[in-house]
Structures are given as structure tokens and as C-alpha cells.
T-cell receptor, first 115, second 118 residues
Framework: DSGVTQTPKHLITATGQRVTLRCSPRSGDLSVYWYQQSLDQGLQFLIQYYNGEERAKGNILERFSAQQFPDLHSELNLSSLELGDSALYFC??????????????FGPGTRLTVT | AQKVTQAQTEISVVEKEDVTLDCVYETRDTTYYLFWYKQPPSGELVFLIRRNSFDEQNEISGRYSWNFQKSTSSFNFTITASQVVDSAVYFCALSGRVRFQGAQKLVFGQGTRLTINP
């Protein structure tokens, strides 16, 4: 158990809908990351938050947004869903600072199926 | 730009054989960090190891060992006396030095699916 929790574990929804994925980081970790894993794209970094502020952005679609709340949990919002958004979405957390790149601990993932 | 290449898409061996998973990386950073993660059939990603670019010593942890060679930009992973429980997808990943407080991302390779047959 990595200490990172994600809910829900599975999500099935229709095209055009909006969903919210939730993540709670390990105790003490200030950084939260979101990744998307799909068969064609592999594991892709989406976005990172550090202590409530956005810190790094990857190939995240404009239809997707995220935030990190004062209690450090994070939510990833996916809207106007398309079939191609079906994927496994991971949240990860790490200790953070300036200089070393720390290992990231991953949650169990949310499997999103868009029908 | 940073890039990680895992040329072996799938490897299948018989239990107790040794197996090496290859990882080649590209980066312009002089300080960088390399990682290996395991994704078993249950789907979670499990952290295995982190190495920084200043430390080229090989590392051994039980049946697992890692060979980091800066000269060839490689960070290979060897499992000795493989077991069925080692069956998983293994990912190599790369991260640069964190220049801005908290800003960090991992660039992953495409993964190698390892199957250990009894």
C-alpha cells in the first residue's frame, strides 16, 4: 500500500459527460501528480500541484482541469468526455523541494470507461 | 527534451532464468534522476528504485540489480532467478533536476511486459 488513495476505482460514463476523480496524497507529501495511462499513449504526465499551486503541466487537454485543496487532496475534472478519454488515471505524490527529484508513490488508479 | 526508450516490448522466460530489461534515456540535463516502477496485473504502479546521475554504482536488492552506465545512457534492470510473481510490466522513467520549488514530472518509457512461466 503506497499510502495514496484514489476514488472511485472504476467509472463508466457516456460521451459528453463530466467526471471528477479524487486523490489523497501520502501523509506529509505536498506534491500531487496526475498521469494518464492508455494503450496507445502509454503513461503520460498530465499536471502537478505543489501545496495548492500548479507547478508543472504536461499534455493535458483543455477539457481537463485539476486543483489541489488546502487539505492537499486533489481532484481531476474531465469534461465533454470522448471515447478516447477511456484510460487508467493515476495520482501520485512525493516529497518535494528544489534540487533532488524524489520518487513518486502512485495510487491504485481510476479506470475510466467512456461509452 | 527528455526521452526514455524501452526497446523490449515483451519478454517471456522460464522460472529461475535470469532476465535483463533494457532502458536507454536521452536528456540534456547534467543532473537527472532515473527510476524503475513495476506494474503487476492488479494495475498499481510500485516504486522500485531511484538513482541520480552522479551515482554510477550498481545497486543490488535481493534478486534485483540495476546497472547504470552514463557512457551509454542506459539504466538496465536484471532479475536473477526469476519467479512467477515477477510477472508484470516494468517501466523505466526519467526526471530532471527540480529547478522550481516542487516542479517535477516523470517521463516514462513504453514499458516491458515480463512473463515468467512456471
Amino acid at each position: 500500500d503506497s499510502g495514496v488513495t484514489q476514488t472511485p476505482k472504476h467509472l463508466i460514463t457516456a460521451t459528453g459527460q463530466r467526471v471528477t476523480l479524487r486523490c489523497s496524497p501520502r501523509s506529509g507529501d505536498l506534491s500531487v501528480y496526475w498521469y494518464q495511462q492508455s494503450l496507445d499513449q502509454g503513461l503520460q504526465f498530465l499536471i502537478q500541484y505543489y501545496n495548492g499551486e500548479e507547478r508543472a503541466k504536461g499534455n493535458i487537454l483543455e477539457r481537463f482541469s485539476a486543483q489541489q485543496f488546502p487539505d492537499l487532496h486533489s481532484e481531476l475534472n474531465l469534461s465533454s468526455l470522448e471515447l478516447g478519454d477511456s484510460a487508467l488515471y493515476f495520482c501520485a505524490s512525493s516529497a518535494s523541494g528544489q534540487g533532488p527529484s524524489y520518487e513518486q508513490y502512485f495510487g491504485p488508479g481510476t479506470r475510466l470507461t467512456v461509452t | 527534451a527528455q526521452k526514455v526508450t524501452q526497446a523490449q516490448t515483451e519478454i517471456s522466460v522460464v522460472e529461475k532464468e535470469d532476465v535483463t530489461l533494457d532502458c536507454v534515456y536521452e536528456t540534456r540535463d547534467t543532473t537527472y534522476y532515473l527510476f524503475w516502477y513495476k506494474q503487476p496485473p492488479s494495475g498499481e504502479l510500485v516504486f522500485l528504485i531511484r538513482r541520480n546521475s552522479f551515482d554510477e554504482q550498481n545497486e543490488i536488492s535481493g534478486r534485483y540489480s540495476w546497472n547504470f552506465q552514463k557512457s551509454t545512457s542506459s539504466f538496465n534492470f536484471t532479475i536473477t532467478a526469476s519467479q512467477v510473481v515477477d510477472s508484470a510490466v516494468y517501466f523505466c522513467a526519467l526526471s530532471g533536476r527540480v529547478r522550481f520549488q516542487g516542479a517535477q514530472k516523470l517521463v516514462f518509457g513504453q514499458g516491458t511486459r515480463l512473463t515468467i512461466n512456471p
